[in-house]
């Protein structure tokens, strides 16, 4: 069964950066969507980011022009830098599979960011 692997989560400062990893256990993001997510206290699941098989990214717009999606095929990984930091970036964050013809939907155990002032 497919596995997510996240790393990178942490405390940082406003202002400060934050680089995750999600590392798929087999051959995926270069045929298939993952996405980010992430949920704050008290509040619900939001998207954040989503790249494609085909390489198409797309962030809110919560996060535009602060958090980049990428992926490295040959690790297998999807990242989510996250740059300029804010109070209400603070949350866990889900690395995420949708459902497609050849997986069911999959979430990763979610890692967590703290952003201090």
């Known amino acids: 069964q497919v596995q997510l692997v996240e790393s990178g989560g942490g405390s940082v400062r406003i202002g400060g950066s934050l680089k995750l990893s999600c590392v798929v256990s087999?051959?995926?993001?270069?045929?298939?969507?993952l996405d980010w997510y992430r949920q704050a206290a008290g509040s619900q699941r939001e998207l954040v980011a989503t790249?494609?098989?085909?390489?198409?990214?797309d962030v809110a717009e919560s996060v535009k022009d602060r958090f980049t999606i990428s992926r490295d095929i040959a690790e297998n990984a999807v990242y989510l830098q996250m740059n300029n930091l804010r109070p209400e970036d603070a949350a866990v964050y889900y690395c995420?599979?949708?459902?497609?013809?050849?997986?069911?939907?999959?979430w990763g155990r979610g890692i967590r960011v703290t952003v201090a002032s």
């Open positions: 790249i494609t098989g085909a390489g198409t990214t």
């Open positions: 087999e051959t995926y993001v270069n045929h298939y969507a």
């Open positions: 995420h599979i949708p459902t497609s013809w050849k997986y069911d939907e999959l």
